[in-house]
């Protein structure tokens, strides 16, 4: 029973990493990020649809969510195994946020580089990146607060989710038109 309530607790705490990406969609649009420019082989680096105000905005409202989580949690008594103080409730959630939303790009990146356009259907390059980078960024910036966390089952559990989540989070962007495509 402990561990199961370990995973809820940490895919709870995550959830700052997984808003981040519809915080960027929702802010995005202006001041792309490759300034148009293309890479080596031809293609545009990254694409129109990486923009710094959906980054920048993108990690605002991932920290923003992770501090109300923690002032939520505190109400409430629940430690949740939260990010600990108000310093901890700004930082792991800015640090999951920016990992998030650069493991986005990182796999935008890699979509251009082997040929599917912005828009095109990535699988879990679609999917994948962002929660890998924001694990890996929490592993760099916020070790322990990773490694009480994050390790074996809360991980599996989160890449096991993130897809189907992903992809229900795109059907509504894409209903709101927000999106171009459902996927």
Do not use: C
């Amino acid at each position: 029973m402990n561990e199961i309530v370990a995973v809820i607790q940490s895919i709870i705490m995550f959830i700052p990493a997984l808003i981040a990406n519809s915080g960027a969609v929702i802010t995005g649009g202006h001041f792309v990020i490759d300034r148009g420019k293309k890479f080596f082989d031809g293609r545009r680096i990254l694409g129109n649809g990486k923009t710094l105000s959906g980054y920048l905005g993108g990690i605002g409202i991932g920290t923003i969510t992770g501090f109300i989580i923690y002032l939520i949690s505190g109400a409430f008594g629940y430690a949740l195994g939260t990010y600990g103080n108000v310093y901890g409730a700004l930082m792991i959630p800015l640090v999951m946020a920016t990992g998030s939303l650069t493991g986005d790009i990182a796999g935008s990146f890699i979509k251009r580089r082997i040929g599917i356009d912005r828009g095109g259907k990535g699988g879990l390059l679609d999917q994948w990146p962002f929660a890998l980078m924001a694990f890996l960024f929490l592993y760099i910036f916020e070790r322990s607060y990773f490694m009480l966390h994050y390790v074996y089952l809360p991980m599996i559990v989160i890449l096991v989710i993130v897809p189907p989540i992903h992809r229900a989070v795109n059907i509504i962007g894409y209903r709101m038109h927000k999106k171009d495509v459902p996927w």
